[in-house]
């Protein structure tokens, strides 16, 4: 007996993970726990505005003034609400410095806190319990699995994120930026170099 019809119907229906979704955020609506505009600014926020630029932009201007770099480290926080970057999930930042000697990686081994206002939505791995687990036990060896190859006397310290304090890491700057404004520099600053399971690196050429 053919399905056709009933093929119809399936196709005309939301992805499981999206019904529930849904579904969700009616009961929330049906009970005035939030409104419709409220969950509107929240997806544009993301969507549009926040995101890994502004932790590169961060990590660039570092990089480039060293005046502002100074005032980075003395006083995060307030840099930050002052660049208009502060908000839910970031409040009380961290920023850790990699240098020759030390590289930083950070993590949340309970759950998944993440600099959200600096980096956007965190990557599902960063969210995997492989990772949560393995990133403190074997981060060299997690660290290759990501293409990060550290020379043997090259330390690795790991940074567990919680609710009270998000880490960002501060990269190396790659010799090409020297001379480049904060803006060029930036774009050698990826989401995994501030989380530390990259090193900044020239961008990646578009794929077309
Ligand atoms: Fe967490």
Sequence with gaps: MPHDHDDHAHHL??????????ALEQILLDKGLVQAEAIDEIIDSYAHKIGPHRGAELVARAWTDIAFKEQLFENTDAVITEMGFSGRQGEHV???????????????TLCSCYPWPLL??????????????RAVSEPRTV???????????????VWDSTAEIR?????????EISGLSWQDAAQYVSRDAMIG?????????DKG
């Design 13 to 22: 229906l939301p992805s499981d993970p999206e019904l529930k979704l849904k």
């Design 120 to 133: 956007g939505i965190p990557p599902s791995w960063y969210k995997s319990d492989a990772y949560r687990s």
């Design 197 to 205: 399971t990259a090193i900044a690196a020239a961008p990646l050429p």
């Design 94 to 108: 961290v920023i850790v410095e990699n240098t020759p000697e030390c590289h930083n990686l950070v993590v949340c």
């Design 143 to 157: 660290l290759a699995e990501f293409g990060l190859e550290l020379a043997e006397d090259v330390s690795v310290r």
């Design 167 to 175: 880490y960002l890491v501060l990269p190396m700057p790659p010799d």
